[in-house]
């Protein structure tokens, strides 16, 4: 079943340690077949160099397991919420990657210092308020989700411009089109978040970079008359 899908979530997930974005089992990589509302997603704690397509898991909309002898990952509530949400999500990825981590832990967004945020984040990547203990105790995964969401809506977001988010005390989710692209977003998050850190040493006062440059960077990429890039 989704033997495509299942590849490609393989090939995302074992980009996670070639990329220095997970040490150990801390991390997962999902992806969505949004035809049959089937998600694809690493299973729970098994090893990097233990993973095959074949033993990835399929889980419904409704986080019923449908293909796998395997538990999936205990992160699977949180991507199955992001995709309810999310519509135009196609694939999602969790890692503690060191800097990213820091923010989130510092329970700080990650500021828009530069023009190499602004080439894939449209502002700040926002960090999430904590989840509240009776949220933590009644469906902590879930509302990991929620969470996010709510942080989302509540600023008016638009999860396409902004492909990710650090959570409060945990760490960061990235998205994209497909499991691939939200590696990619995983990887310039982790950049753009040491890259942020390095200017706030440097000097805590600095401001965001101007709108009119951040504007620029992120339009002339992703606007309606992006420039950057071959046509073909």
């Known amino acids: 079943m989704l033997e495509k899908l299942r590849e490609e979530v393989y090939r995302a997930n074992m980009e996670l340690p070639e990329r220095g974005l997970v040490v150990y089992t801390w991390g997962n990589v999902s992806g969505i077949d ?5 998600v694809v997603i690493k299973p729970s704690g098994v090893e990097y160099d233990e993973l095959k397509p ?4 399929i889980v419904d909309l409704n986080n019923n397991i449908v293909e796998g002898d395997m538990n999936p990952s205990s992160d699977t509530k949180t ?18 990657s060191a800097h990213a981590v820091g923010w989130a832990q510092a329970g ?8 190499t945020h602004a080439d894939y ?29 709510e942080t989302f809506n509540a600023r008016k977001l638009d999860p396409i411009a902004v492909p ?13 089109k497909n499991a691939a692209q939200a590696v990619y977003h995983a990887v310039v998050l982790e950049e753009v978040a040491k890259m ?8 805590p006062m600095t401001p965001p970079a101007p709108q009119y440059i951040f504007d620029k960077h992120y339009l002339r990429k992703h606007g309606a008359n992006a420039y950057y890039g071959q046509k073909n």
């Open 79 to 96: 991507h199955v919420e992001l995709y309810k949400s999310f519509p135009a999500v196609g694939g999602i990825v969790h890692t503690h």
């Open 54 to 57: 074949s033993n990835l898991v």
């Open 164 to 176: 990710g988010v650090i959570c409060r005390s945990h760490g960061p989710f990235t998205w994209g």
């Open 196 to 203: 942020a850190m390095f200017t706030a040493t440097i000097d």
């Open 108 to 115: 700080r967004d990650i500021p828009s210092y530069g023009t």
């Open 34 to 38: 949004r035809e049959s509302g089937l």
């Open 121 to 149: 984040f449209y502002g700040p990547v926002p960090c999430t308020r904590n989840l509240t203990s009776q949220e933590v105790e009644s469906d902590y995964e879930l509302n990991t989700g929620k969470v996010i969401v």
